[in-house]
């Protein structure tokens, strides 16, 4: 499995747990979720195209990590 693998399979599982919490929680919270989903698509479709590259681009790193820390966010709100 590549790093790349491993990254999406950690933040696919943090993002079905939240997923999970968001049904429940505030409006707010439903509109960080929703934004951070239209992010969420970009990061696996760039993911995608990075696989056959050899490394993560910046912008992905960027990427990642809004959504990284978007999901922490989220995570304490709830």
């Known amino acids: 499995m590549s790093a790349i693998d491993d990254l999406l399979k950690d933040m696919e599982t943090k993002r079905d747990e ?7 929680g505030s409006k707010e919270a439903q509109q960080e979720w929703e ?3 239209k992010k969420w698509e970009d990061f696996t479709a760039k993911a995608g195209v990075e696989k056959s ?3 993560i681009s910046s912008a992905l790193g960027l990427l990642k990590d809004e959504l990284v820390q978007g ?3 989220l995570k ?3």
């Open 18 to 24: 939240l997923m999970v919490k968001i049904h429940l």
């Open 76 to 78: 304490k709100a709830l």
């Open 53 to 55: 590259a050899e490394g």
């Open 35 to 37: 934004e951070l989903e």
């Open 71 to 73: 999901y922490e966010r």
